[in-house]
């Protein structure tokens, strides 16, 4: 599995900006996409992730009624969308994706595989 993300950019705090993240190759074992984002000097932490079914979402608390994670019918793409920005959402982004048999909405170690990342910045 490849996963290509993108949408990244410079936004104003309270602006919104949309990830994308193109899954490509056996897509049939995905279990479940995320997002994480690590910060400068900081760990990386878990966003948002959507099972594969796109019925059950799970958010962390910093991103949740700002952020919404979705995905295409195809189940090729999965999209982060971003309102209500703030300075401290800057980060890099990284899209990632879990196999079958991975623990639902897992920590890190549990997805398999994972994109590039896109930076975000958002300036006060």
């Known amino acids: 599995v490849q996963l290509q993300a993108s949408g990244g950019g410079l936004v104003q705090a309270g602006g919104s900006l949309r990830l994308s993240c193109a899954a490509s190759?056996?897509?049939?074992?995905?279990?479940?996409m995320g997002w994480y984002r690590q910060a400068p000097g900081k760990e990386r932490d878990f966003v948002a992730a959507?099972?594969?079914?796109?019925?059950?979402?799970y958010y962390a608390n910093s991103v949740k009624g700002r952020f919404t994670i979705s995905r295409d019918n195809s189940k090729t793409t999965v999209y982060l969308q971003m309102n209500s920005l703030k300075p401290e959402d800057t980060a890099v982004y990284y899209c990632?994706?879990?196999?079958?048999?991975?623990?639902?909405?897992?920590?890190?170690?549990?997805?398999?595989?994972w994109g590039q990342g896109t930076q975000v910045t958002v300036s006060s």
């Open positions: 190759g056996s897509i049939v074992s995905i279990y479940y």
């Open positions: 990632a994706a879990a196999r079958d048999g991975t623990p639902w909405y897992g920590t890190a170690g549990d997805y398999a595989y």
């Open positions: 959507i099972h594969r079914s796109g019925g059950d979402t």
